[in-house]
């Protein structure tokens, strides 16, 4: 098995996402993460864009170890110089430098023609060669580059000392035979090419990214460029979690990386919280849907054995098992193993009452919960909670340490707490913790906006998890984000404590 090197650009390209852009903190998080899962390449800036990206690129060569760091330039030598000085603290630099070659960069873009573009791209590589040893050339819009010519380029670069020569598509113009063609015919026709690695960039404009990234890879490439959620410009990048997940899952693509797989959902998250940008739930790999089973059919025959119909392990990708969710499409095996997951072990004349009654529960509502069907079974009162807010004070700002005062209801009888935290969010959740007998960890926190303006409302999602690792979701609103994150929270523990009780009376 080749060796297939995963160059992350989720810093750089992913970056580029309007609304995602991070602090230099953030970006060092999210670097440790990524050096973390096992990638090869971090390409953590445009230096010379400007000083926060420099920072950026200089911290965290200064702080990864065990990953190459690479910046990205221009086919400019002041672009080259600055991005050189941002990464002498790297144990492993690598410039990126390039040069559009399609006709539209060359004729419309850069005003230029194919022997200037030859001579500014073989005089960059060159050029960053004074600098460091590892050197990677993209061709921009090499999805729409005339091959002939792009093959022409490529063997002059390498000539010139290029070790990675990058073929992006650009604009996710290609067809998934058509890119694989572009990689084989560089093979075929780049008599040096056994000097460089071939490395992919393609864009999702199509929805192709994945597809023309694995085309690629079969046809020669050895390196590919990705984002964690496939995050970036337009429509974004080929995502981190797909390739990797495909490499290891098809045993006919003759490739391994070095990627640690179950930190893929820990660091998809990561991304999706510093940059605020949610992951869809049908997303491949990481998204909330992409292990839950609803059809009744489904359900069946992955309660029966797993690969039914996955064809991933979602242990592999860091989810703790497959969900089994309840609708009107699920069947009486569904039904049956959330019952004798709360404890209920029903003889099959009992099981088929309680699935009528069921269905009708289910054709009211798109899911049904665990909550419901303790109800069902006539073990909760749905009229109740257990907790409610009652009062919140936060004390924070630059010179203050945040302070806050909870007050909640629980069942009936009013208590309070008061904790101090590395932020408002944190104080709240730890001063909760101290009101709430049954142990919890947060395990997801998102902050979303519902309308625009000085007065938008703000939606949270937080997830705990208890003791025995189950997780319960909670939701809340408000103009103020502190009280939202507050009703987002009592929510998921009514849900966790009611159900602890629950199921501890009906065992």
């Known amino acids: 098995m080749k060796q297939l090197q995963i160059f992350d650009t989720t810093l750089r390209d992913g970056e580029q996402v309007p609304g995602c852009q991070l602090n230099t903190i953030e970006k060092i998080e999210v670097a440790r993460a990524l050096e973390e899962l096992g990638v090869d390449v971090i390409e953590a800036g445009f230096p010379v864009s400007s000083p926060g990206d420099f920072e950026a690129v200089d911290q965290i060569a200064r702080t990864v170890k065990d990953v190459t760091v690479c910046g990205l330039t221009r086919a400019v030598k002041k672009d080259i110089e600055v991005a050189a000085e941002a990464l002498k603290h790297a144990r492993r630099p690598r410039i990126h430098t390039g040069i559009g070659t399609s006709p539209y960069h060359i004729r419309l873009k850069l005003k230029s023609t194919p022997e200037e573009i030859l001579q500014k791209a073989v005089e960059a590589v060159s050029y960053a060669r004074n600098f460091v040893d590892d050197v990677e050339f993209f061709a921009e819009d090499a999805g729409r580059t005339d091959n002939e010519f792009l093959a022409y380029v490529i063997e002059a670069v390498i000539a010139a000392g290029a070790t990675v020569v990058n073929i992006p598509d650009t604009t996710g113009y290609c067809l998934p035979e058509e890119y694989g063609q572009k990689i084989k015919y560089l093979v075929d026709h780049v008599p040096n090419i056994d000097r460089a690695i071939i490395s992919t960039h393609c864009h999702n404009d199509l929805g192709m990214a994945t597809a023309n990234t694995l085309s690629g890879v079969l046809n020669g490439a050895r390196q590919v460029e990705v984002t964690i959620n496939g995050i970036g410009e337009r429509a974004g990048n080929t995502a981190l979690e797909e390739v990797v997940m495909a490499v290891k899952t098809r045993k006919d693509i003759p490739v391994e990386t070095r990627v640690r797989t179950q930190r893929i959902l820990q660091t998809s998250r990561l991304v999706s919280s510093l940059m605020n940008m949610p992951v869809q739930p049908n997303k491949a790999v990481v998204g909330r849907n992409a292990f839950a089973h609803s059809s009744g059919i489904h359900q069946d025959g992955v309660l029966k054995n797993r690969e039914n119909y996955e064809i991933m392990n979602p242990g592999d990708v860091g989810v703790d098992e497959s969900a089994i969710v309840l609708t009107a499409r699920s069947g009486r095996a569904a039904l049956k193993h959330h019952l004798e997951r709360l404890g209920y072990h029903l003889k099959t004349e009992h099981l088929d009452e309680v699935y009528a009654r069921f269905l009708e529960e289910a054709d009211q509502k798109k899911q049904v919960t665990d909550e419901d069907l303790l109800l069902l079974m006539g073990a909760a009162n749905g009229n109740n ?10 004390v924070a700002g630059m010179s203050t340490v945040p302070i806050a005062i909870v007050h909640l209801m629980i069942n009936g009888e009013e208590k309070a707490a008061t904790a101090q935290g590395n932020g408002p969010f944190d104080a709240v959740f730890k001063a909760v913790a101290k009101l709430i007998d049954v142990p919890f960890e947060l395990d997801e926190f998102l902050i979303q906006s519902i309308t625009r303006g000085s007065d ?30 507050v009703k987002a929270l009592v929510d998921a523990l009514n849900k966790m404590i009611v159900i602890h009780e629950a199921t501890n009376a009906a065992r």
């Open 456 to 485: 938008d409302i703000g939606k949270v999602h937080v997830r705990i998890r208890g003791n025995d690792q189950r997780r319960w979701l909670g939701f809340g609103a408000d103009t103020d984000i502190v009280t939202a994150s």
């Open 385 to 394: 909670t257990n907790l409610n807010l009652k009062l919140l004070q936060v």
